[in-house]
């Protein structure tokens, strides 16, 4: 400070000398070239009524004292005197273009335009003056809008604009690497076209601009939308008035604290937070205003450089100060700096051009019309324009000036400068000891980002696997049961190579398990792309083999027990095995087809993130691991679709054989079980999958859990009761094996059902009848070949009828199907041709029956007719039907004529 005083002391004599000498040349024009004054016009808002009129006075003293030191300058504009006119702007766009016009009727001619101040009153003027082939030079307007070179070619600023903030905020984003920002500003065009070549920039150089918010009265909803977005780094644009609304909503909405960043201007006044103003739809107090804004950045212009060297002018921007503070009296204004180099600009540029020019006159005598050379030069001077003011080093790019931005932060209410970016060598200065961070570090853009890759628990997995095991074991035990017994007739009757079927399918269905539980911790991506494969070959081929071979059986039953015409139907394995091989065909189809065309790989893809639940600032984002093709919701819809059919239609077919229970199909009640089983196994688990894609253990889980349920309740459904058979019957020597349905349930059809009437029921009784007289002629017969034999074997005859076993009559009918030769050694098999006697003792019972059998359920096992609406006539192709099935073919004809006795007396409903 001494040296300072020093200094002072010491040009002070200087400084008074030269200004009497100012005062002594200027007002006078002397035609002998001693001294030539150059022009300027000047305008200014003189008026009381606007925030601009405080402008002006702030800044006349500044451009006073620089047309002082200019003047008296002998490096700069010897022998010249430059001279500014005032004119009166008012403020108002019709009063400053009036003035403009009568600056430049008035004589003598103006060679610049310095100020405007008002944004109404300086765009009208920069669009007019390149007219008149003039150059506009502004101190104070910052608006966008200004730089459109187009509109405005000639128009200069030594302020920089708003759009100039933008570089520092950009440096300032990259400093702290934060790449990911939202913005929010008043619909203004003003802010508007600020937020737009923000934006731009923030594109070019790779930061992410997330969300744009906008607000006119009430900022509620942009505020909303940029919480919505989970952004911390939040730029702002909106004027002082708008920001106790935009930070009362902040901090409403808790978009503040350590975690938060807000960018914003720093020209708001220094009681904006003081909600004592006159702002009244502010609903937050002072303290709330503090507490929100506490810790924002803010870029504003740098009043003065804070250099000590020394300016254009001869003196450093402290020495500058000191005059100017001198000067003021009590006016002051932050852009007096700026204006103060405008007006050396102006100065340097003439200097320039008078260099290049032969004659002054061109300058004294200019005519705006005509002197585009020396308009030229002007322009190329100013673009060319490089010295050190009071401001920092002043240049231009297309018209804006490249200056010095200072970065503040708001600590206790007050700005604090923490460094500065210099536009024209891109250079951030920054300390960052000085920046007081509420979490004690500069917060990050974004969560810190944990993507976890998502993986079937090892504890679940080995424990589903175990279960998966023990079904393969029970599998592989009942398929040995299935080989070790297949001769028993139990077993035999149930068509035991078709059970083998169900077995293989029950085997892959769990195998499929395994491979389901699979993940990029046990494989190589290639390998992993070879078990997708296998997870939609092995379920598919398990499904068809198992479900399509209950749903073959279950076709047989339903094909010979609900013809009503009960014609000879012979359905073998070989047909059953054909069925479920074209089953498995249209699976190879679908199968082969997906996996040339369009196989599976597998994806990796993010979940939905989840906050940490230790409370610290960290994102944890699940990586989940799917099998997926291009196209494969085209080859999902294919298989669903044919699987949906086959199960639909084996529910049918369950459905209407559910009460059917023959020695022939003897678990037929037991695959009907199983496919309704299997049906709404698949169809729960196949929509709950769907809602668990985010959770492989609960994918896992739920998709496992289904298969060995549905499979292992289909083994046992189909093989229990078997292994209970084989345990009561060890050998297979059983004899009582009937054909039985639940009470007043089955019927051949529903229209034979209806169709039993009392005319039917005559006919039934006349057919009977008619059978007893056939059955007595057929037995005088036989005893009238009894009687031409040998008297002397009387003794053999009385053995073989006592060889014969107790007569089953009914009604006089033999049902011995079929008859044996009496002498064979199948002859004890025959049955004792009832007498006459025995007919007439039981046609009463008979009677009684018939007549009661559609309304009342009687036993009719020892009455002469059949139950269940078929009559005897109708019985004998059911029985050969029976007979001929693979089943019965690979039968002994023992077994074959105690099965098909035993089938033809099923029990009365």
Known sequence: MTTLNTRLAKIAPILVLQYIMLNTVLGVQTEDGMAIRLNFAAMFPNTTERPEGEIARGVKPAIDLALRHINNSTKILPGYIL?????????????????????????????????????NVTAPIAEAVSAWNLIQISYANTEPFLSEREKYPTFFRTVPSETDFNPATLKLLEHFNWTRVASIHHNDPRFSLAQNKMSSIMDMNGIKVVTVADFDDDPTTAIQTIKESQVRIILGFFPTEEAQKVFCQIYKEHLYGDKYVWILPGW????????????????????????????????DLLPLSTSDEETISGFSAIEYLLQYNEERNDVYNVLHGYAYDGVWVIATVLDKVLNKLSNSSSLTQFQYDKDNEVFHLFMEAMNDTSFTGVTGILKFNNGDRLGTIILGQNQGGYQVKIGEYHAYNDVLELDEEIILWRGGSPPRDRPIIRRVRHEVSLVLYIGVCSLACVGIILALIFLFFNLRFRNHRYVKMSSPYINNLIIVGAILCYLSIFSL?????????????????????????????????????????????????????????????????????????????????????????????????????????????????????????????????????????????????????????????????????????????????????????????????STTVTLCLVFIPKLHQLKRDPVGEERKIRCTTTKASYRISATAN????????????????????????????????????????????????????????????????????????????????????????????????????????????????????????????????????????????????????????????
């Not at 085209?634 to 229970?661: D, N, P």
């Open 268 to 299: 708001y006044t220094k009681e904006w937070q003081n909600m004592n103003s006159t702002i009244t739809d502010v609903e937050c107090t002072t303290n709330e205003m503090i507490q929100a804004s506490e810790g924002y950045l803010a870029t």
């Open 517 to 709: 539980g699979l993940d990029g911790r046990h494989l190589s991506e290639n390998n992993f792309d070879a078990v997708c494969t296998i997870q939609a070959w092995l379920l598919a081929l398990g499904f068809t083999l198992a479900y399509g071979a209950m749903f073959a059986k279950t076709w047989r039953v339903y094909s010979i027990f609900t013809d009503i015409k009960l014609k000879k139907k012979i359905i073998k394995d070989s047909k059953l095995f054909g069925l479920v091989g074209a089953l498995v065909f249209v699976d190879l189809l679908i199968l082969l087809s997906w996996g040339i065309s369009d196989p599976l790989k597998r994806i990796e893809e993010e979940g939905s993130p989840q906050s940490d639940t230790e409370g610290r600032d960290i994102t944890i984002v699940p990586i989940l691991q799917h099998c997926k093709s291009s196209r494969m919701t085209i080859w999902m819809s294919a298989i669903y679709a044919y699987k949906g059919v086959l199960m639909v239609f084996g529910c049918f077919l369950a459905w209407e054989t559910r009460h059917v229970s023959i020695p022939a199909l003897n678990d037929s009640k037991y695959i009907g079980m199983s496919v309704y089983n299997v049906v709404v196994m698949c169809t729960v688990g196949a929509a709950l999958s769907f809602f668990t894609p985010s959770s492989p253990d609960a994918s896992f889980g739920i998709i496992s859990v289904f298969i060995l349920f």
């Open 754 to 909: 209806n169709s039993i009437n009392s005319v039917k029921y005559q006919k039934l009784k006349a057919e009977n009848l008619e059978l007893h007289r056939i059955l007595t002629e057929k037995e005088k017969e036989i005893s009238a070949l009894l009687d031409k034999l040998k008297p002397d074997n009387s003794e053999n005859e009385d053995n073989f009828q006592n060889s014969l076993p107790d007569a089953q009559q009914y009604g006089g009918i033999f049902i011995g199907v079929p008859l044996l030769d009496v002498n064979s050694e199948s002859s004890n098999k025959l049955a004792n041709i009832p007498s006459k006697a025995s007919h007439d003792s039981s046609e009463t019972t008979q009677d009684k029956c018939l007549e009661n059998h559609i309304e009342n359920n009687c036993n009719c096992l020892e009455i002469p007719l059949m139950e269940n609406q078929i009559s005897f006539a109708h019985l004998i192709p059911l029985l050969k039907t029976l007979r001929e099935t693979d089943i019965l073919s690979d039968s002994s004809d023992s077994e074959c004529d105690e099965l098909t006795t035993a089938t033809a007396m099923p029990s009365c409903m």
């Open 83 to 119: 001279n500014m006119e005032e004119y009166d702007t008012k403020c108002d766009m019709a009063v400053g273009t009036k003035a403009f016009f009568d600056a430049m009727v008035d004589e003598p001619p103006k060679l610049f335009v310095l100020g405007g101040i008002c944004s």
